[in-house]
T-cell receptor
Protein backbone atom coordinates (compact mmCIF):
# COMPACT_ATOMS: atom_id res chain seq x y z
CA UNK A 1 0.00 0.00 0.00
CA UNK A 2 1.26 3.47 -0.88
CA UNK A 3 0.58 6.51 1.28
CA UNK A 4 -1.54 8.07 -1.46
CA UNK A 5 -5.22 8.35 -0.61
CA UNK A 6 -8.14 9.32 -2.80
CA UNK A 7 -11.76 10.21 -2.14
CA UNK A 8 -14.42 9.30 -2.80
CA UNK A 9 -14.01 5.65 -3.75
CA UNK A 10 -16.98 5.61 -6.06
CA UNK A 11 -19.14 8.32 -7.54
CA UNK A 12 -22.19 8.35 -9.79
CA UNK A 13 -23.09 11.51 -11.69
CA UNK A 14 -25.34 12.42 -14.58
CA UNK A 15 -24.30 13.97 -17.84
CA UNK A 16 -23.71 17.73 -17.61
CA UNK A 17 -22.93 17.71 -13.89
CA UNK A 18 -19.65 18.72 -12.30
CA UNK A 19 -17.44 16.56 -10.07
CA UNK A 20 -14.50 17.10 -7.73
CA UNK A 21 -12.11 14.30 -6.84
CA UNK A 22 -9.52 14.57 -4.09
CA UNK A 23 -6.05 13.20 -3.51
CA UNK A 24 -3.62 13.30 -0.62
CA UNK A 25 -0.02 12.71 -1.61
CA UNK A 26 2.46 10.46 0.15
CA UNK A 27 4.51 12.08 2.91
CA UNK A 28 7.56 13.84 1.49
CA UNK A 29 6.13 14.06 -2.03
CA UNK A 30 5.56 17.46 -3.64
CA UNK A 31 4.21 16.46 -7.04
CA UNK A 32 0.82 15.07 -7.94
CA UNK A 33 -0.19 13.65 -11.31
CA UNK A 34 -3.69 12.68 -12.38
CA UNK A 35 -4.52 9.88 -14.81
CA UNK A 36 -7.73 8.59 -16.36
CA UNK A 37 -8.03 4.84 -16.84
CA UNK A 38 -10.87 3.65 -19.03
CA UNK A 39 -12.00 0.05 -18.66
CA UNK A 40 -9.47 -2.34 -20.14
CA UNK A 41 -6.98 0.40 -20.96
CA UNK A 42 -3.77 1.79 -19.53
CA UNK A 43 -3.84 5.03 -17.55
CA UNK A 44 -3.81 8.23 -19.63
CA UNK A 45 -2.07 11.35 -18.29
CA UNK A 46 -4.39 14.27 -17.54
CA UNK A 47 -2.05 16.77 -15.85
CA UNK A 48 0.57 17.22 -13.18
CA UNK A 49 0.85 19.73 -10.34
CA UNK A 50 4.07 20.89 -8.73
CA UNK A 51 4.28 23.66 -6.15
CA UNK A 52 0.63 24.50 -6.68
CA UNK A 53 0.98 25.09 -10.43
CA UNK A 54 0.11 22.97 -13.43
CA UNK A 55 3.32 21.43 -14.71
CA UNK A 56 2.27 19.61 -17.84
CA UNK A 57 -0.97 18.50 -19.40
CA UNK A 58 -2.09 15.62 -21.54
CA UNK A 59 -4.64 15.63 -24.33
CA UNK A 60 -7.65 16.52 -22.21
CA UNK A 61 -10.07 19.45 -22.73
CA UNK A 62 -10.13 22.52 -20.46
CA UNK A 63 -13.20 21.22 -18.62
CA UNK A 64 -10.68 19.05 -16.79
CA UNK A 65 -8.99 21.32 -14.27
CA UNK A 66 -7.12 20.93 -11.04
CA UNK A 67 -5.63 22.47 -7.96
CA UNK A 68 -2.76 21.71 -5.64
CA UNK A 69 -2.75 23.00 -2.10
CA UNK A 70 0.19 24.08 0.12
CA UNK A 71 0.14 20.66 1.82
CA UNK A 72 0.58 19.11 -1.68
CA UNK A 73 -2.86 17.53 -1.73
CA UNK A 74 -4.75 18.00 -4.96
CA UNK A 75 -8.18 18.16 -6.56
CA UNK A 76 -9.35 17.17 -10.01
CA UNK A 77 -12.44 18.98 -11.26
CA UNK A 78 -14.42 17.92 -14.29
CA UNK A 79 -17.18 20.18 -15.63
CA UNK A 80 -19.99 19.34 -18.03
CA UNK A 81 -19.58 15.60 -17.55
CA UNK A 82 -19.91 13.37 -20.59
CA UNK A 83 -20.66 9.66 -20.74
CA UNK A 84 -17.09 8.99 -21.92
CA UNK A 85 -15.76 10.49 -18.69
CA UNK A 86 -16.77 7.28 -16.94
CA UNK A 87 -13.47 5.79 -15.80
CA UNK A 88 -11.14 5.12 -12.89
CA UNK A 89 -9.35 8.34 -11.96
CA UNK A 90 -5.93 7.78 -10.49
CA UNK A 91 -3.74 10.12 -8.55
CA UNK A 92 0.00 9.54 -8.30
CA UNK A 93 2.51 11.35 -6.14
CA UNK A 94 6.26 11.66 -6.51
CA UNK A 95 9.17 13.58 -5.04
CA UNK A 96 10.18 15.37 -8.22
CA UNK A 97 8.17 16.55 -11.20
CA UNK A 98 10.39 15.12 -13.89
CA UNK A 99 10.76 18.51 -15.52
CA UNK A 100 13.12 19.11 -18.39
CA UNK A 101 16.38 19.85 -16.69
CA UNK A 102 15.14 18.13 -13.58
CA UNK A 103 17.61 16.08 -11.62
CA UNK A 104 15.95 12.76 -12.23
CA UNK A 105 12.62 11.17 -12.88
CA UNK A 106 11.25 9.83 -9.67
CA UNK A 107 8.89 6.96 -9.13
CA UNK A 108 5.20 7.74 -9.16
CA UNK A 109 3.13 6.02 -6.50
CA UNK A 110 -0.54 5.57 -7.24
CA UNK A 111 -3.56 5.81 -5.01
CA UNK A 112 -6.46 3.34 -5.17
CA UNK A 113 -8.44 5.54 -7.56
CA UNK A 114 -11.94 6.95 -7.74
CA UNK A 115 -14.41 5.09 -9.93
CA UNK A 116 -16.60 7.67 -11.69
CA UNK A 117 -19.74 6.57 -13.48
CA UNK A 118 -21.57 9.10 -15.65
CA UNK A 119 -25.16 8.21 -16.52
CA UNK B 1 6.51 8.73 -30.98
CA UNK B 2 4.81 8.86 -27.62
CA UNK B 3 3.40 5.37 -27.68
CA UNK B 4 4.46 2.35 -25.72
CA UNK B 5 3.31 -0.87 -27.39
CA UNK B 6 2.71 -3.84 -25.11
CA UNK B 7 2.13 -7.49 -25.92
CA UNK B 8 0.50 -9.90 -25.45
CA UNK B 9 -2.90 -8.54 -24.46
CA UNK B 10 -3.53 -11.61 -22.32
CA UNK B 11 -1.41 -14.48 -21.08
CA UNK B 12 -2.19 -17.81 -19.42
CA UNK B 13 0.64 -19.59 -17.65
CA UNK B 14 0.77 -22.69 -15.51
CA UNK B 15 1.91 -22.40 -11.90
CA UNK B 16 5.69 -22.55 -11.77
CA UNK B 17 6.10 -21.40 -15.35
CA UNK B 18 7.71 -18.25 -16.75
CA UNK B 19 5.54 -15.29 -17.75
CA UNK B 20 7.01 -12.95 -20.35
CA UNK B 21 5.53 -9.59 -21.32
CA UNK B 22 7.07 -7.38 -23.97
CA UNK B 23 7.06 -3.65 -24.62
CA UNK B 24 8.46 -1.44 -27.35
CA UNK B 25 8.87 2.31 -27.57
CA UNK B 26 9.84 4.91 -30.17
CA UNK B 27 10.90 7.98 -28.22
CA UNK B 28 14.65 7.79 -27.63
CA UNK B 29 14.33 10.49 -24.95
CA UNK B 30 12.64 8.01 -22.62
CA UNK B 31 14.99 7.24 -19.75
CA UNK B 32 12.92 5.50 -17.09
CA UNK B 33 10.90 2.34 -17.60
CA UNK B 34 8.72 1.08 -14.73
CA UNK B 35 6.40 -1.89 -14.61
CA UNK B 36 3.18 -1.70 -12.65
CA UNK B 37 0.94 -4.46 -11.35
CA UNK B 38 -2.76 -3.80 -10.98
CA UNK B 39 -5.38 -5.94 -9.29
CA UNK B 40 -9.09 -5.42 -10.02
CA UNK B 41 -10.47 -2.37 -8.25
CA UNK B 42 -7.00 -1.18 -7.15
CA UNK B 43 -4.53 1.40 -8.35
CA UNK B 44 -1.35 0.34 -10.16
CA UNK B 45 1.49 -0.67 -7.84
CA UNK B 46 5.13 -0.28 -8.83
CA UNK B 47 6.72 -3.65 -9.37
CA UNK B 48 10.18 -2.95 -10.74
CA UNK B 49 11.83 -0.25 -12.85
CA UNK B 50 14.93 0.15 -14.99
CA UNK B 51 16.99 2.94 -16.51
CA UNK B 52 18.65 2.46 -19.92
CA UNK B 53 22.19 2.37 -18.56
CA UNK B 54 21.71 -1.29 -17.57
CA UNK B 55 20.50 -4.23 -19.64
CA UNK B 56 18.89 -6.24 -16.87
CA UNK B 57 17.48 -5.75 -13.40
CA UNK B 58 16.30 -8.50 -11.11
CA UNK B 59 14.22 -8.28 -7.96
CA UNK B 60 13.17 -11.61 -6.55
CA UNK B 61 11.15 -13.49 -9.16
CA UNK B 62 10.80 -10.40 -11.38
CA UNK B 63 13.37 -9.44 -14.03
CA UNK B 64 13.40 -6.61 -16.54
CA UNK B 65 15.45 -7.12 -19.68
CA UNK B 66 16.27 -3.94 -21.61
CA UNK B 67 17.50 -3.66 -25.20
CA UNK B 68 18.33 -0.03 -25.91
CA UNK B 69 19.26 -0.49 -29.56
CA UNK B 70 16.00 -2.29 -30.30
CA UNK B 71 14.02 0.06 -28.07
CA UNK B 72 12.41 -2.89 -26.35
CA UNK B 73 12.07 -4.07 -22.78
CA UNK B 74 10.40 -7.03 -21.21
CA UNK B 75 9.21 -8.35 -17.86
CA UNK B 76 9.95 -11.93 -16.88
CA UNK B 77 8.13 -13.49 -13.94
CA UNK B 78 9.86 -16.66 -12.85
CA UNK B 79 8.06 -19.45 -10.97
CA UNK B 80 4.71 -17.76 -11.65
CA UNK B 81 2.13 -18.15 -8.89
CA UNK B 82 -1.67 -17.83 -8.87
CA UNK B 83 -1.24 -14.71 -6.73
CA UNK B 84 0.58 -13.10 -9.65
CA UNK B 85 -2.68 -13.10 -11.62
CA UNK B 86 -3.23 -9.43 -12.36
CA UNK B 87 -2.91 -6.88 -15.15
CA UNK B 88 0.62 -5.70 -15.84
CA UNK B 89 1.47 -2.36 -17.42
CA UNK B 90 4.76 -1.23 -18.82
CA UNK B 91 5.41 2.50 -18.87
CA UNK B 92 8.02 5.01 -19.93
CA UNK B 93 8.92 8.58 -19.22
CA UNK B 94 11.72 10.98 -20.03
CA UNK B 95 12.84 13.98 -22.01
CA UNK B 96 10.80 17.09 -21.36
CA UNK B 97 7.89 15.31 -19.72
CA UNK B 98 7.30 14.02 -16.26
CA UNK B 99 4.25 11.96 -17.01
CA UNK B 100 4.21 8.24 -17.57
CA UNK B 101 3.21 6.81 -20.94
CA UNK B 102 1.56 3.45 -20.34
CA UNK B 103 1.14 0.41 -22.51
CA UNK B 104 -2.34 -1.03 -22.86
CA UNK B 105 -1.73 -3.77 -20.33
CA UNK B 106 -1.40 -7.54 -20.21
CA UNK B 107 -3.87 -9.60 -18.25
CA UNK B 108 -1.97 -12.50 -16.71
CA UNK B 109 -3.73 -15.60 -15.41
CA UNK B 110 -1.65 -18.19 -13.59
CA UNK B 111 -3.41 -21.55 -13.42
CA UNK B 112 -2.82 -23.79 -10.38
Amino acid sequence: ETGVTQSPTHLIKTRGQQVTLRCSSQSGHNTVSWYQQALGQGPQFIFQYYREEENGRGNFPPRFSGLQFPNYSSELNVNALELDDSALYLCASSRNPGLAGGIFKDTQYFGPGTRLTVL
Amino acid sequence: QQQVKQSPQSLIVQKGGISIINCAYENTAFDYFPWYQQFPGKGPALLIAIRPDVSEKKEGRFTISFNKSAKQFSLHIMDSQPGDSATYFCAATGGSQGNLIFGKGTKLSVKP
